[in-house]
């Protein structure tokens, strides 16, 4: 037995599940303050006269703008990346994307964008990639799993 039989393996000191937060929380509380403009900007206008001339159904389209805004911030507030043995999971609002680590060709750092958020870049087989916003702080733990898993 040599003194590196002692140590744990690379994928064995992995967690069986890790996750993060990959929204932008500035961009979700921006669409909440928009939404709720446009809520206060149009309910009242909605529920008592305000001496215009009835205009129809132009006077509602401020309350599906304001639901797509709410709808927006929701999205930022659940966005989530999970990996497990599986793979890497995308979490969105109302989806769950699995990329499995055997169409994973490599882990790659992403480029850096206006607003500081690091991408992570996952490199398929057949020059396809995913993007995984605010993960740069991740690359080696995306980097560990790939590589203990692309044994199997």
């Not at 500035?26 to 709720?36: E, H, K, M, S």
Request: hydrophobic residues 45%.
């Amino acid at each position: 037995m040599g003194p590196d039989d002692d140590r744990p393996r690379e994928d064995e000191r992995l967690p069986s599940e890790e996750s993060w937060r990959v929204g932008r929380p500035w961009a979700a509380v921006l669409f909440l303050v928009v939404a709720a403009l446009y809520i206060a900007v149009t309910v009242p206008g909605l529920l008592g006269g305000d001496g215009v001339a009835d205009r129809g159904w132009r006077r509602w389209i401020p309350l599906p703008a304001a639901a797509a805004f709410l709808f927006v911030a929701a999205e930022e507030f659940r966005r989530r990346v999970a990996v497990d043995a599986e793979g890497v999971h995308l979490v969105a609002l109302f989806r769950r994307k699995t990329y499995p680590w055997h169409e994973v060709a490599e882990v790659r750092e992403g480029r850096p964008t206006l607003f500081g958020d690091r991408f992570v870049y996952l490199l398929r087989y057949g020059a396809k990639h995913v993007e995984l916003p605010n993960s740069g702080g991740r690359l080696r733990l995306l980097q560990r799993w790939h590589a203990a898993t692309a044994d199997r």
